[in-house]
């Protein structure tokens, strides 16, 4: 285990939102072990406590560790959040992943249009917010350098016959605002990439297909792999995309999806 002052992320501050989920608390634990100080951000205050318990039990001696109820989709409750680490020298990474997928979304007939609405405002909405407020912080403390991963999905690069419209809009639109987020603001060395996360064992996917077999069955028998992914592999990903190790890295889509936006036909 790396010493948190020698890590890969040493000396820097980090915010995550969705932090007390899947691949936000995977990324939090190896923030936190590879040296960064970390703001994890979420709606639901329970879960966060729940959280910040199991990065303190996984990671000795963490940097600063700090917990904040915040609505994505609620520009003050960003601002809030991002301007917290003021006090701290503002941030340096910025992981956009909060993220939404309702079970009410479905096919362009059926899909509620609240349920539309709720997905861009979480979806969207919440990534602009992180990054203006990320990209405002970092110019208040001069940063020489900063980072902005945020969290689309594989669907926002192939279709599916099995829809969730609005999720899968919400998802393209993310990829688009990085894209031009990262060309105009890289002279300002603010990177930005979108991470393509395929399907995970994680609650937002495996409590939406519970123990539907059928449903899982239309899914698994397209996975390369053979299975779903983990948090932490995702985990891995945005903590390369933080790091300095990835400097020349901008408005990529990083995709870890074992293989699946690839995939013709499967082995049997
Ligand atoms: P998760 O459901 O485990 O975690 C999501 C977290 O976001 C939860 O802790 C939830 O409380 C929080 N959240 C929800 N609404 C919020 C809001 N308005 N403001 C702040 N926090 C809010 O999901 P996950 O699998 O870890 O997904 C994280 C991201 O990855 C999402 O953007 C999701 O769309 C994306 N993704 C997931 C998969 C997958 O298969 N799980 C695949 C591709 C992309």
């Known amino acids: 285990m790396a010493d948190s002052r020698q890590g890969r992320l040493a000396g820097k501050n980090a915010m995550v939102t969705g932090a007390a989920?899947?691949?936000?608390l995977e990324t939090t634990i190896?923030?936190?072990?590879?040296?960064?100080?970390?703001?994890m951000a979420d709606i639901s205050e329970p879960a966060l406590e729940r959280?910040?318990?199991k990065v303190k039990e996984l990671v000795p001696n963490p940097p600063r560790l700090q917990t904040i109820k915040c609505d994505v989709s609620k520009e003050s409750d960003v601002a809030a959040a991002v301007e917290s680490q003021d006090a701290h020298g503002g941030i340096d990474v910025m992981f956009n992943n909060a993220g939404?997928?309702?079970?009410q979304d479905d096919d362009a007939i059926n899909t509620p249009e609240a349920i539309w609405d709720l997905t861009q405002a979480i979806n969207v909405k919440g990534v602009w917010y992180g990054s203006k407020h990320a990209v405002l912080s970092m110019r208040r403390h001069k940063k020489k350098a900063g980072s902005v991963i945020?969290?689309?999905?594989f669907v926002a690069l192939m279709g599916a016959a099995t829809p969730q419209l609005a999720y899968s809009a919400s998802k393209g639109a993310v990829l688009a605002m990085t894209r031009e987020l990262?060309?105009?603001?890289?002279?300002?060395?603010?990177?930005?990439?979108s991470l393509c996360p395929g399907p995970l064992n994680t609650?937002?996917?495996q409590d939406w297909l519970g123990d539907d077999v059928q449903k899982r069955h239309r899914r698994e028998v397209h996975f390369p792999s053979g299975r779903f992914g983990e948090a932490i592999e995702q985990a891995q990903a945005v903590l390369f995309l933080a790091s300095d190790e990835s400097s020349f890295v901008n408005a990529t889509e990083f995709v870890?999806?074992?293989g699946l936006s690839r995939a013709y036909v499967t082995a049997e």
Do not use: C, K, Q, W
């Not at 190896?30 to 703001?39: C, D, I, K, P, T």
């Open 256 to 258: 870890v999806d074992g």
């Open 21 to 24: 989920g899947g691949i936000g």
């Open 150 to 153: 945020n969290t689309a999905s």
């Open 51 to 53: 959280a910040l318990t």
């Open 30 to 39: 190896l923030f936190a072990r590879e040296g960064a100080s970390v703001l």
């Open 100 to 103: 939404i997928m309702h079970a």
């Open 182 to 193: 990262a060309i105009v603001h890289a002279r300002e060395n603010i990177r930005f990439n």
């Open 203 to 205: 609650p937002l996917l």
